[in-house]
């Protein structure tokens, strides 16, 4: 079975990343190789940020790598959070903090619509592939549901009655940004 790292150390994305891959391949986090580093950031795009944490890993420990940005886009916002999604209210990565603050600039506006959009990028040998999934959705007045994580309380997808976090992670991830792209990312190692 064919090892490839998932550039991350957050426990809820692995798990997320493993259960849609299943069996198909062994999906390696950071730390599984001996990564502690915190891989820098620092680009003002998804893409730019998903391509530096892949070829990261690459460069300084050989596996082929792939990598994820994620960002809330909010069209009331003008695509805030974005890119600064997990340190929308400051550097901690506070979910809580982030997610009172997004809901505090909402408060009173009556164009609730917002997308997740995930950019994997994957760096095989010396080739890049970008590959994306996004959900279009709208920002609920306020959080419902216990799973998931990061906005997931305040996320409810087009179509639906209930947010990101009152679905289980099977129903999330056939339907989710994170899912779409990993959808592509397995259909283009599989050809």
Request: aromatic residues 8%; proline residues 3%; hydrophobic residues 35%.
């Amino acid at each position: 079975m064919r090892d490839l790292v998932f550039a991350t150390n957050n426990a809820h994305k692995l798990d997320e990343v493993r259960s849609i891959v299943g069996h198909r391949m062994n999906i390696l986090g950071l730390r599984d190789i001996g990564c502690d580093e915190d891989i820098p950031e620092t680009a003002d795009t998804l893409e730019g940020n998903a391509e530096l944490k892949a070829r990261y890993v690459k460069e300084h420990y050989g596996y082929d790598c792939f990598a994820d940005d994620t960002g809330l886009e909010v069209d009331a916002l003008g695509g805030a959070p974005g890119v600064y999604s997990a340190r929308y209210a400051g550097p901690g990565h506070d979910s809580k903090a982030n997610m009172e603050l997004l809901l505090k600039n909402m408060n009173g506006r009556a164009d609730r619509r917002a997308r997740f959009r995930t950019v994997i990028a994957l760096v095989e040998g010396d080739d890049l592939r970008l590959l994306d999934g996004v959900v279009e959705g709208f920002i609920t007045d306020g959080p419902k549901g216990s799973s998931g994580f990061g906005y997931d309380p305040v996320f409810r997808p087009e179509g639906l009655d209930v947010t990101f976090a009152e679905m289980d992670s099977d129903a999330k991830n056939a339907i989710s940004h994170r899912g779409r792209a990993m959808k592509k990312l397995l259909e283009y190692l599989i050809k």
